[in-house]
């Protein structure tokens, strides 16, 4: 497929950031994302994926190389592995909330949560991305993954991409590389059916989020319309009309840490236990058996705090902004670092290394980025 003139990236990502690249390529089947990327990957030059690009913050020089725009789309109904379930595989360029208000609409259950987060399905499992207790994770059975270091095309287990927390083998995590580097070309997720009949909602932070009491029954689109209205409220749903939207989202991570440092953060900062890693189970050959048993290896507890709370009480309130500057934070989540019109890299980079560096002073922790970093430094 030929290349078109080449769009700046700013016109590209929900940020509003980035210059022109050297080459631009739309993939608009499965087979042009594979064919494009086996091509600029014989070609040794740099490459960059762009879904959506509500997750890449890119900066104010021109990326020296091929920007591959993923546009595929369709939604397959496949049978699920057991009764009452469904399969349902997805291109990668598909609009992840067109997939989540189809399954709403066809009664199908475990994604409907994470209505309005905005990007393309193929790049949600990359950041195992969820909203108020989802994720995807809790759904993915597979995707189909196009694999740089042989140029083949698999189909990788959930199981095998390592997903945690906002993150996969596939993430680049700002100052680090990814363990597997490939481009997810379709997802296949299994869920469940329930038609569109109020039931009880077991999750207790989709719960609390919606202010639902425990045993509450509601219907999914129940759930979908109130979860964009919440997310609305807090500009995280895009709109060309509100400045709070031209982000990235959630800009910086909610922090782990170990339950021993969470103790030195303020009783009142928010936090969540995560459930320890089970160990493996040990096997001890029976003719190597003497009696004792090693004892077993606890990892250490880890909390999940608010990054929001650190934010906002290391002095950095929502809308702050510096004079003149055309970044600052949303007047509506402290966690968005927004482009409030025509703003370059550098100064939603200036702000970012801010609110690092009060949290810093504050509390002994450096914020994460959330986004992909594309010619930014923090």
Not at 114 to 143: D, F, H, K, R
């Amino acid at each position: 497929m030929p290349a078109i003139d080449p769009l700046p990236l700013s016109r590209l990502t929900t940020l509003r950031t980035g210059a022109e690249p050297a080459r631009l390529v739309v993939a608009e089947t499965a087979d042009e994302l594979v064919d494009t990327l086996r091509d600029t990957w014989a070609s040794g030059e740099p490459w960059l994926v762009v879904g959506g690009g509500s997750n890449l913050f890119a900066g104010d020089e021109p990326f020296e190389g091929t920007v591959v725009l993923v546009r595929s789309r369709g939604i397959e109904r496949r049978p699920g592995s057991r009764p009452g379930t469904v399969r349902v595989r997805v291109q990668a360029g598909h609009d992840w909330d067109d997939l989540v208000a189809t399954t709403v609409a066809e009664g199908l259950a475990g994604i409907e949560a994470m209505s309005g987060i905005p990007g393309t399905v193929g790049a949600a499992p990359v950041q195992n991305v969820g909203a108020y207790g989802q994720e995807i994770v809790q759904t993915l059975v597979e995707v189909e993954l196009l694999d740089e270091a042989t140029g083949e095309l698999s189909t990788v287990p959930a199981a095998d991409l390592g997903l945690g927390f906002r993150t996969s083998v596939l993430k680049h995590h700002y100052g680090s590389v990814p363990q597997r580097v490939g481009v997810i070309v379709s997802v296949t997720l299994e869920l469940e059916e329930v038609g569109g009949e109020p039931r009880e909602v077991a999750g207790q932070q989709l719960r609390s989020a919606l202010g639902l009491e425990p045993g509450a029954s509601v219907s999914l689109a129940w759930i979908r319309d109130h979860v964009l209205a919440t997310r609305r409220r807090k500009g995280m749903v895009l709109d060309e009309d509100d400045p709070d939207t031209w982000s990235a989202g959630s800009f910086f991570q909610n922090a782990i840490v170990s339950e021993a440092f969470a103790r030195t953060l303020p009783p009142e900062c928010p936090r969540w236990p995560l459930a320890p890693e089970l160990a493996p189970v040990l096997v001890i050959p029976l003719a190597a058996f003497d009696g004792v048993v090693p004892p077993p290896v606890v990892a250490p507890a880890q909390v999940k705090v608010s990054a929001a709370w650190l934010i906002e009480h290391a002095g950095v309130h929502k809308g702050f902004r510096f004079p003149r500057s055309r970044a600052g934070l949303s007047t509506k989540h402290t966690l968005a670092l927004t482009n409030r019109g025509g703003a370059t890299a550098e100064e939603i980079a200036e702000l970012a290394r801010f609110v690092q560096q009060r949290v810093q002073s504050e509390f002994g922790l450096i914020l994460q980025p959330e986004p992909v970093l594309v010619n930014v430094e923090l």
